[in-house]
């Protein structure tokens, strides 16, 4: 069974603090990782997906890099505006064509000004 | 691009009632969309996958008489509860892939179901 595990369940920086959420995971061959904001009372907003190890992408102050069972979001001189919950999900091929994300719980981020 | 919407945003309804969400893909046409639930500090749990003109696949232990899906058309999916009860009451949250693009979904902005 496809399983995803983030940590810290929460983190606190303060603005200009750079830091790195981890996603560790399990999955019966890797169709793609993917990284997801969402704020309270809304739903995930899409940011990258990750499909082999040692790939990187990179938006704005965020940027995903992937191994072969974790991957890191590292957010680099935090603004109280990237205070948001970070998901993380996979997508196996192991799924009979499936297209089913596996989300973890989280890291909910909060950027102090 | 890639926008998908969900109506209504919030409803409360009575036990016993039924409850319709709609999920519009409203920049391209998607063959599949997904249903997911979403219980406070919890993450997202897929429901069903919802495919246009055939019946959806519901995940295990999601029941099909209860949670009624329809995809009648490449741009909208619906979600029907059905009798529903207060354990019912949870956050909608419906994707869709977008097929010019990779597996990557787009996520609509939520429904939040209270039932009273």
């Known amino acids: 069974e496809d399983q995803v595990t983030q940590s810290p369940e929460a983190l606190r920086l303060q603005e200009g603090e750079s830091s790195s959420l981890n996603c560790s995971y399990t999955?019966?061959?890797?169709?793609?990782l993917f990284w997801y904001r969402q704020d309270p009372g809304k739903g995930p907003e899409f940011l990258f997906t990750?499909?082999?190890a040692g790939e990187e992408k990179e938006k704005e102050r965020l940027k995903a890099t992937l191994t072969k069972k974790e991957s890191f979001l590292h957010i680099t001189a935090p603004k109280p505006e990237d205070s948001a919950t970070y998901l993380c999900?996979?997508?196996?091929?192991?799924?009979?064509?499936?297209?089913?994300?596996?989300f973890g719980k989280g890291t909910k981020l909060t950027v102090n000004p | 691009g890639a926008v998908v919407s969900q109506h209504p945003s919030w409803v409360i309804c009575k036990s016993g009632t039924s409850v319709k969400i709609e999920c519009r893909s409203l920049?391209?046409?998607?063959?599949?969309m997904f249903w997911y639930r979403q219980f406070p500090k919890q993450s997202l749990m897929l429901m069903a996958t919802s495919n246009e003109g055939s019946k959806a696949t519901y995940e295990q232990g999601v029941e099909k008489d209860k949670f009624l899906i329809n995809h009648a058309s490449l741009t909208l999916s619906t979600l029907t509860v059905t009798s529903a009860h207060p354990e019912d009451s949870s956050f909608y949250i419906c994707?869709?892939?977008?097929?010019?693009?990779?597996?990557?979904?787009?996520f609509g902005p939520g429904t939040r179901l209270t039932v009273t």
């Open positions: 999955v019966s061959g890797l169709r793609g």
């Open positions: 994707s869709a892939r977008d097929p010019s693009g990779a597996y990557e979904q787009y």
């Open positions: 920049d391209f046409q998607a063959t599949t």
């Open positions: 999900a996979v997508q196996g091929w192991a799924q009979g064509g499936s297209e089913k994300l596996v």
């Open positions: 990750l499909y082999s």
